[in-house]
């Protein structure tokens, strides 16, 4: 049983830096692709960032290019995503989710995943 257990969540002031984490545990040794969503108050999910099973190859959404920075460490079943220059507006519950088969942006996209941490409130305050 895959599951994804997120943590760093919190609250912080505008401007402020934070780095979430995502552990992945039960995969059998089989490789995961891993990423971030949010969701906001109100608001539909939202694809953040991806990074392919490697560890190498990135996707980000276009909202949080050049702020949010996500990294995997593959050794550990381990997904960062690291936020930078908050605002009021990234206030969300962030959810941390893996897929194990082809790497496709247009799933992250469409949210189609195989499995989802319950996720980590992050409250930026102004």
């Known amino acids: 049983q895959v599951q994804l257990v997120e943590s760093g969540g919190g609250l912080v002031q505008t401007g402020d830096s934070m780095r979430l984490s995502c552990g992945l545990s039960g995969s059998t040794g089989s490789t995961y692709h891993m990423g971030w969503y949010r969701q906001a108050p109100g608001k539909e999910r939202e694809f953040l960032a991806a990074v392919r099973g490697s560890g190498v190859t990135t996707y980000y959404a276009n909202s949080v290019k050049g702020r949010f920075t996500i990294t995997g460490d593959n050794a550990k079943n381990t997904v960062y995503l690291q936020l930078n220059s908050l605002n009021p507006e990234d206030t969300a519950v962030y959810y941390c989710?893996?897929?194990?088969?082809?790497?496709?942006?247009?799933?992250?996209?469409?949210?189609?995943?195989?499995?989802w941490g319950k996720g980590t409130l992050v409250i930026v305050s102004s």
């Open positions: 989710a893996a897929v194990l088969l082809e790497w496709l942006p247009a799933r992250w996209e469409a949210g189609q995943m195989d499995y």
